[in-house]
């Protein structure tokens, strides 16, 4: 009996090591990861800008440009009061709530999102470089209107005085939905993370698909660094 009670005393403590080994690789590797993506991040947001006539010798390579060159607004979104925008995005959302069995939960579910033009032009001097917008992180562009449904089939005046024609099958049936949408007006100067590829010998600057940084963002170039910086956009 003496050594059995010896042996499942030594077999605890083993398993109880081996467990305290496991949480500490689990929480080092666990660090590491976010060390990595924040690196990542900040190696990003200190890139150089690269000037759209140098774009060439990164076309096909894969590899992250940053840019800065002004949205030309073609083709340009009509918008009330016949302001032109460049870029413009709309998502509307609603809540949910389920109860588990032990508590209430809550799920946010997208109704509708896009983003138009699919495709748009930018100009630095004499050169101009075909985007495609698929893919773009568009909570960086201006935030210009957020606004809940307040009666059924009817858009909110927040959002009506703001958002382009163009965007057609917005669902205004669900009361309560929250509409959002961000713009990057015609003429404004954008900073774009993204890489090069040709198409018909054409330039064209798009998303990766390895990299999940995909920016055509208006916002000041500070403010863009200091995000790209923080946020878990890079995959």
């Known amino acids: 009996m003496l050594f059995f009670g010896t042996m499942g005393h030594v077999l605890s403590k083993i398993w109880t090591n081996l467990v305290i080994v496991v949480l500490i690789a689990g929480a080092y590797l666990l660090g590491m990861g976010l060390v990595r993506e924040g690196t990542t991040n900040r190696k990003f947001a200190a890139m150089p800008v690269t000037p759209l006539s140098e774009l060439g010798r990164f076309a096909g390579t894969g590899k992250m440009v940053r ?24 998502r509307v959302q609603h809540d949910e709530t389920s109860w588990n069995g032990e508590e209430t939960e809550t799920e946010t579910i ?53 958002v382009a024609r163009e965007f057609t099958g917005i669902p205004l049936d669900r009361k309560g939905a929250t509409i959002e949408v961000w713009s990057a007006a015609r003429g404004e100067d ?29 916002l000041p170039v500070r403010e863009i660094e200091k995000r790209v910086g923080v946020d878990s956009i890079v995959g």
Do not use: C
Request: charged share 20%; proline share 7%.
């Open 67 to 90: 840019v800065r060159a002004k949205a030309l607004g073609e083709p340009a979104l009509g918008a009330p009061g016949d302001r032109a925008l460049a870029l413009q995005a709309v």
């Open 110 to 162: 997208t109704d509708y999102e896009r983003i138009l033009p699919e495709q748009m032009w930018v100009g630095d001097g004499d050169t101009r470089v075909r985007v495609k917008t698929k893919g773009v992180a568009y909570t960086y562009l201006h935030p210009s209107a957020e606004e809940e449904v307040q009666t059924k089939g009817r858009m909110p005046a927040a959002v009506a005085s703001v």
């Open 190 to 218: 954008v900073t774009i993370f993204g890489i090069v590829v040709r198409e018909n010998g054409r330039l064209v600057l798009q998303a990766s698909p390895q990299i999940a940084l995909f920016l055509v963002s208006p």
